[in-house]
């Protein structure tokens, strides 16, 4: 199985930066996707940044030119980096892992999420 690892959620002021981590680790073959969704009370999780096997990035259209996600395949971590932070980015964020193992099978994990709150 897949394991992830959260880390560097917190408060911050409106207009302030903070950088998530995510690493995963377990019999992996390769990574085909990895990055981070949120949740916020009241709304549905949404995709907010991703990058796939290929290189692709993907942004939530809210978060574009504020936030980059890059990888690091030596240590199977990305991170997400979030610059002018507004209070609606508040919410828990999930990094979220689609892979394949070195049993020849496909797997996703969630990691337990980690709170991002901005304050106005």
């Known amino acids: 199985q897949v394991q992830l690892v959260e880390s560097r959620g917190g408060l911050v002021q409106a207009g302030g930066s903070l950088r998530l981590s995510c690493a995963a680790s377990?019999?992996?073959?390769?990574?085909?996707?990895m990055g981070w969704y949120r949740q916020a009370p009241g709304k549905q999780r949404e995709l907010v940044a991703q990058?796939?096997?290929?290189?692709?990035?993907n942004y939530a259209d809210s978060v574009k030119g504020r936030f980059t996600i890059s990888k690091d395949n030596a240590k199977n971590t990305v991170y997400l980096q979030m610059d002018n932070l507004k209070p609606e980015d508040t919410a828990r964020y999930y990094c979220?892992?689609?892979?394949?193992?070195?049993?020849?099978?496909?797997?996703?994990?969630w990691g337990q999420g980690i709170l991002v709150t901005v304050s106005s």
């Open positions: 377990g019999s992996i073959a390769r990574i085909d996707a």
């Open positions: 979220n892992i689609k892979c394949m193992m070195y049993g020849r099978y496909i797997s996703e994990a």
């Open positions: 990058v796939t096997s290929g290189r692709t990035t």
